[in-house]
């Protein structure tokens, strides 16, 4: 079993749409991160997390520290969403990754 | 700052060459991380330097890969007789830590360097 399980692994939605993706982890952490990768590879840090939850613009995080569960929500998506969202734990002085959401939205 | 850069983006070797890679880290962030990214999975944890000490490396990190952080700013990471198993994507990021107990201030990824073993 992975120290890090996200889901689903893919996800498709129409323009609009509110989109949940999920993280479960199962090691310490000392902070979550959820991370987006467009095609080409490079990643971009979208929050670093410890507790309770964080807004920015139309994406929104929490983390439940006690059920080792975090979601990551996408209001209004857009097809400029499209790309992979990974989950990360910071563990030990390096992170953890899960294998990542590839998500597609449709106009 | 144009934040954590990699070098080359892409590189096509043949089986038994040495490859070396370069990362520019943030020049104030005092930790750099290697990971390896194969496709459709999450990256990999290789090795992380604290300023020039290289304080863990992981089991995936055979005797044929070395990294390097001479003077605690850029990094190499060299990958001898290179095997098409070894291809994948190599990110490089950097963090500031600091404080006690140590706080990491977050983390900023370069693009990444392709590799293709053929």
């Known amino acids: 079993k992975n120290e890090v399980e996200q889901s689903p692994q893919n996800l498709t939605a129409q323009e609009g749409e509110f989109i949940t993706i999920n993280c479960s982890y199962s090691v310490g952490i000392s902070a979550l991160h959820w991370l987006q990768q467009h095609p080409g590879g490079g990643i971009v840090s979208l929050f670093m997390l410890s507790s309770g939850k964080k807004k920015h613009g139309r994406l929104i995080a929490t983390i439940n520290i006690q059920e080792k569960h975090s979601s990551l929500h996408i209001t209004a998506s857009h097809p400029r969403d499209s790309a992979v969202y990974i989950c990360a734990v910071d563990n030990t002085d390096k992170l953890i990754f899960g294998t990542g959401t590839r998500l597609q939205v449709f106009p | 700052d144009t934040g954590v850069s990699q070098d080359p983006r892409h590189k096509i070797t043949k089986r038994g060459q040495n490859v070396t890679f370069r990362c520019d880290p943030i020049s104030e962030h005092n930790r750099l991380y290697w990971y390896r990214q194969t496709l459709g999975q999450g990256p990999e944890f290789l090795t992380y330097f604290q300023n020039e000490a290289q304080l863990e490396k992981s089991r995936l990190l055979s005797d044929r890969f070395s990294a390097e952080r001479p003077k605690g700013s850029f990094s190499t990471l060299e990958i001898q007789r290179t095997e098409q198993g070894d291809s994948a994507m190599y990110l490089c990021?950097?963090?500031?830590?600091?404080?006690?107990?140590?706080?990491?201030?977050?983390?900023?990824f370069g693009s990444g360097t392709r590799l293709t073993v053929v």
């Open positions: 990021a950097s963090s500031l830590v600091s404080g006690r107990p140590p706080l990491n201030y977050g983390y900023t």
